[in-house]
């Protein structure tokens, strides 16, 4: 790796938007919540994906030219929330994301946005209930592929054997390790930014080295089949506007380069939904163009104003 695509601690850059975290109860379990912005401003939540926490939205969160009160929480098992140090299971997700929403805002819609899992969470709860969701910014997910029946004995099987033997998660001895090891996967990622992301998306272990703070039984492949029919059922019923984004080397467009038609089918859901593509860009749209991202977010949402 050249000179120019690493980045030492001494080297991060200023964080324009300052943030603060509290504990809030959920479900049981204690939330991490991560706050931007004035507490009066208009209320902009953000979810993050699968294997990732919250403060992979601070520069987007940076980006933003309007004033928002920005809440992103590390959903259970991520960041600085509660691990269970066992199976999860995705329905729990979607209770979660309600009582966080009785929590922030009992009594009027929010808006959303959604990265990856964090979109499926919103899109599928915003089907249920979808009084409750203003609109939401869909970040490169539209759904997994679809299974085949004759997929469940391995899937069933593989689940069992990762009970007797829990995945590990890989460690580093630095945080310079790890952000080099972020710039090795994607070319588009500022080494500045890998440091961010390797400095505070991380924890230490007992040993002292560094690991990517996910529980490490997130990796740990669920024992049911995925139902595309169901999930679509769900964006269906949506009532909410709902803007699609996709990144042009992203999960969407490559999961489905041979699947137009596909693509078309589960984009038809959304009734009040539009979509826009992202060039240059990788799944992790806020980490390579988080500029565009925000710019698109204020764009659908339109002017600040209270809700």
Known sequence: ???????????????????????????????????????????????????????????????????????????????????????????????????LLDHYSPDAPVRIVGHSMGGAVASIYGGVRPERIAGLVMVDFLGLPTNEADEAPARIRQWLDHRRAPPLMRTYVSHEQLAARLLQFNRRLLPERALFL????????????????????????SPHLYHVDDVMACWRAMTAPVLLVM????????????????????????????QVRIDDCGHNVQHDRPERLAELVETFFGPTRPQ
């Open 198 to 221: 390797a400095t505070h998306c991380t924890s230490e272990g007992p040993d002292g080295r560094l690991v990517v703070a996910c529980d490490p039984w997130h990796k740990v492949p």
């Open 247 to 274: 990144a042009d080397e992203g999960y969407v467009l490559q999961r489905f380069a041979r699947q137009p038609e596909e693509l078309q089918r589960r984009i038809e859901c959304f009734a009040n939904g539009r």
């Open 1 to 99: 790796m050249s000179a120019a695509r690493t980045a030492t601690a001494d080297q991060l850059v200023p964080v324009r938007t300052p943030c603060h975290c509290e504990r809030v109860p959920i479900n049981g379990l204690a939330y991490n919540v991560r706050h931007w912005g004035p507490a009066d401003a208009p209320l902009l939540l953000m979810l993050h994906g699968w294997m990732d926490s919250s403060p992979s939205f601070q520069f987007t969160v940076d980006a933003l030219r309007q004033s928002w009160h920005v809440l992103a929480p590390d959903w259970r098992g991520y960041g600085q929330s509660e691990w269970l140090h066992r199976r999860y299971w995705f329905a729990d997700y979607y209770a979660d994301l309600e009582a």
